[in-house]
């Protein structure tokens, strides 16, 4: 089993940053490819962020791209959202998870590989 708890949402004026943390416990972090997905109101889970067990690869849902950076820091079991000139249209549930990948190197994109997930951080973007 592995356990995530997020952090770091909130409320935040478009244009704003804001930095999310997940602290995963229970088994190796480093076996674990990790993402981001984030679930707007009325809409489904979708895939934000994606980065690989050795943090070399990462991948980002097209809007997101150039505005939020994943990254983990493999010592401290974390890994970050870093979330910059945020928009009325970021605002949702946030939620890290973990997938169990054999290459260390490859992101993976795909919600139904991730089996284990944070309870979520909501972050609001006001206009």
């Known amino acids: 089993q592995v356990q995530l708890v997020e952090s770091g949402g909130g409320l935040v004026q478009a244009g704003g940053s804001l930095r999310l943390s997940c602290a995963a416990s229970?088994?190796?972090?480093?076996?674990?490819?990790m993402g981001w997905f984030r679930r707007a109101p009325g809409k489904e889970r979708e895939f934000v962020a994606g980065i690989s067990r050795n943090g070399g690869t990462t991948d980002y849902e097209v809007s997101v791209k150039g505005r939020f950076t994943i990254s983990r820091d493999n010592a401290k079991n974390t890994v970050y959202l870093q979330m910059n000139n945020l928009k009325p249209e970021d605002t949702a549930i946030y939620f890290c998870?973990?997938?169990?990948?054999?290459?260390?190197?490859?992101?993976?994109?795909?919600?139904?590989?991730?089996?284990?997930w944070g309870q979520g951080t909501q972050v609001t973007v006001s206009s």
């Open positions: 229970g088994r190796t972090f480093s076996d674990y490819a």
């Open positions: 998870a973990a997938a169990t990948s054999f290459n260390s190197a490859v992101v993976v994109s795909l919600l139904t590989r991730y089996a284990y």
